[in-house]
């Protein structure tokens, strides 16, 4: 499972996705992969695909046809893939995206 957390103009959410492809959008779309909705004028429409890996890393898609995903490693252009290990950083227009691996709670013991 992978924990999301997503920083926008001074305000924080963070998501928690379990399995499969997830994208990164301004606006929604019907049908496809779920879609986390971002409101940030420099984002795109359709902005990124995540998609986790059998190995640990995740692929990382630029769905814009403008847009860079800036990341510690460089940019991710329009149009372009990248596989990426965990923990990263991506900047997607002002907004920054940290994607790592969720911890699982332990069950608590009673006593």
Same mark, same amino acid.
């Given at each position: 499972m992978l924990s999301i957390t997503i920083t926008s103009r001074g305000e924080t959410q963070v998501l928690h996705h379990a399995v499969g492809i997830l994208e990164f959008g301004r606006?929604?779309?019907e049908g496809g992969p779920p879609r986390c909705l971002l409101s940030d004028a420099y984002v795109s429409k359709d902005h990124l695909r995540l998609e986790p890996l059998t190995d640990g890393r995740v692929r990382l898609e630029n *769905?814009?046809?403008r847009g860079p995903i800036r990341h510690p490693l460089g940019e991710i252009g329009p149009g372009e893939s990248?596989?990426?290990? *965990?923990?990263t950083q991506l900047l997607l227009g002002e907004s920054r995206v940290v994607i790592e691996f969720a911890i699982? !709670? !332990?069950?608590?013991e009673d006593g």
């Open positions: 606006v929604p779309r *769905l814009s046809t990248a596989s990426v290990t *965990l923990p699982p !709670e !332990e069950p608590m």
